[in-house]
């Protein structure tokens, strides 16, 4: 075909080929989810059905796409980890966020119904999205282990900081000098000793987040198998299909990645 004389403007895009061998993780997060949650009287701290729905966007998102390996989401973000062999659109880090945040944000709306069933969504929500490199298993693992202790954090505060609002009557601001300066123990303390709420007895899908992975699972189902002698049965086929699974575990420790050896490639 012959080139137009418009043709070098091409030359304006620049390259954004992800490093190779390294981890491409995506992470996502709802923009202006504080009003968001709001305005769609999400429940608090933790609202069950606005974490399905991310989940379930999430899920979307590794079964669309290519090379998603492991994802993990908290609160109004979700991270998706490439695999660091993956040649998936030449590594392009524009063209794999863009689809991770397309791909997301569409699910969120399409499966809204699904999970908010008297609660209309009131505007479009969107999401924003960031690439981030790691060139090591161990970096990645760290990146995970951050997100993690991140949701921690977060619910443990949250968990604390409404009870005392809810069940004790506080202002917001009470609460908030009330919690001012407490390390981690002295909240599991007020919680203990207040609420009688021990937190290591809270759902663990609010204290470590989800976390998505590819699993294989044996599907056994009924078929017509035509036999030698030319006369049909209906036989049990047993297949390994692939599948992604949702836990709600430790990330941080050795246990997950060591039930979980193919998650993650070799370092060398
Ligand atoms: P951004 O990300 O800079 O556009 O601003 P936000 O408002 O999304 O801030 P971010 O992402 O740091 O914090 C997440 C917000 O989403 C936070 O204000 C609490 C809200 N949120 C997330 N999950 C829940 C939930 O399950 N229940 C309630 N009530 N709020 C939630
Ligand atoms: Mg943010
Ligand atoms: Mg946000
Ligand atoms: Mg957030």
Redesign the pocket.
Known sequence: MAKSKFEYVRNFETDDTCLRNCYIVVRL?????????EQHK??????DR??GLMTRSARSVMEELEDIVVAYGQ???FSFVFNRSSTWFKRRASKLMTHVASQFSSSYVFYWKEFFENQPLLYPPGF?GRVVLYPSNRNLRDYLSWRQADCHINNLYNTVFWMLVQRKGLSTTQAEDRLKGTLAGDKNEILFTEFGINYNNESAVHKKGTTLIWEKRDETVIKRTKLPNGEEKDMPVTRSRRRVEAYHCDLIGEQFWEEHPDILEDDN
């Open positions: 997060d709802g923009r202006n989810f504080h009003k968001f949650a999400f429940a608090k701290p933790n609202d606005a974490l609160s109004d973000e924003d």
